[in-house]
């Protein structure tokens, strides 16, 4: 499959047809997508509805202060036993909104609300946050899905909104979002895309399905040691905070009284808010992409195909 992406990534999407179609995949993403180089945003108000990015949101005290905790080599990542090449099981923390809890990540939950409530009125209904964190190697992708609480083991229920902080910027390959929401009984039509970029923020509704693609691979201003490194934050109005030994998730967020070496900072607290968020946010236009889903050779399915079958890179 590997050679399919890098077929695709050069414009050769024929050559990978061939190779996919031997693989049983009915459909790929559109070349677009895989050719990250073509994925500009550009600053404009102009909203889509269910995507809004924002540039420019933390001050840079905040910014590395986060990025701190969570760059490559940080304590969070060996606490976690978390594989840069290849994430482990998934695990997020969560704490009740304006509670004593949550530190920077509830500072920075709130001023998202108080910017974004005009995107989305709903987010004024969150009662609860959920956070969890990425570091992935350039070409490093995290399959489409949607978030839900935890992982949709009992039964499927979305956040509000969810967003993505980029904490750091240029490495790996952009966040799709679809329109296919959980209740689609068809693949998605359109999608939408947020390029990795330090210091930006997307935001989508909660219920659609998402995921990352992997950066160009021929990037050469990409090291071997360059990291995604990105901060996710699910808005819900209720959510179940599991007190469960071990990681996983909706763990609850370590309280202020906590001796973990990467809870110190993330609870510390800076007297005034504007010592930590910019207050010109950058509204940014989502780069929207139709079709997503191309049939290979031209056969489209005439029933919702079977998730394997869709080719994302991966
Ligand atoms: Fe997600």
């Given at each position: 499959m590997r050679s399919a992406l890098l077929l695709c990534q050069n414009g050769k999407e024929n050559e990978a047809d061939e190779i996919l179609k031997d693989l049983g995949f009915k459909y790929r993403l559109c070349p677009k997508i895989f050719r990250c180089e073509e994925l500009r945003v550009t600053e404009s108000?102009?909203?889509?509805?269910?995507v809004s990015i924002r540039d420019n949101i933390l001050n840079s005290y905040l910014l590395d202060k986060l990025y701190g905790i969570?760059?490559?080599?940080?304590d969070y990542w060996a606490y976690h036993n978390y594989n840069e090449s290849n994430p482990c099981e998934y695990f997020s923390y969560a704490f009740q909104l304006?509670?004593?809890?949550?530190g920077l990540i509830n500072e920075t939950a709130e001023f998202l609300i108080e910017n974004l409530c005009e995107d989305f009125?709903?987010?004024?209904?969150?009662?609860y946050i959920e956070w969890w964190a990425h570091c992935r190697e350039h070409a490093g992708s995290h399959q489409l899905h949607f978030d839900s609480d935890d992982e949709g083991r009992t039964q499927v229920l979305n956040p509000i909104v969810s967003c993505v902080l980029?904490?750091?910027?240029?490495?790996g390959g952009p966040t799709l979002v679809t329109d296919?929401?959980?209740?689609?009984?068809?693949?998605?039509t359109k999608g939408w895309i947020c390029p990795p970029k330090k210091n930006r923020m997307c935001m989508f509704r909660g219920d659609l399905l998402h995921g990352v693609t992997p950066g160009q691979?021929?990037?050469?201003?990409?090291?071997?040691?360059?990291r995604r490194v990105t901060l996710m934050i699910a808005f819900w109005s209720d959510l179940k905070i599991r007190n469960a030994p071990?990681?996983?998730?909706?763990?609850a967020h370590p309280g202020n009284?906590?001796?973990?070496p990467w809870a110190k900072p993330l609870n510390s607290s800076i007297e005034n808010a504007a010592d930590k968020f910019n207050d010109r946010l950058i509204h940014v236009r989502p780069n929207t992409i139709e079709p997503i889903w191309i049939p290979i050779h031209g056969t489209v399915s005439s029933t919702m195909p079977q998730y394997d079958e869709c080719f994302q890179g991966i």
């Open positions: 108000d102009e909203s889509v509805g269910c969570f760059s490559s080599g940080a304006n509670g004593n809890g949550g009125p709903a987010i004024k209904d969150t009662k980029y904490l750091n910027g240029g490495t296919q929401a959980l209740t689609s009984r068809n693949l998605a691979s021929d990037n050469e201003l990409i090291s071997s040691h360059d071990g990681f996983g998730s909706s763990r009284e906590s001796n973990i």
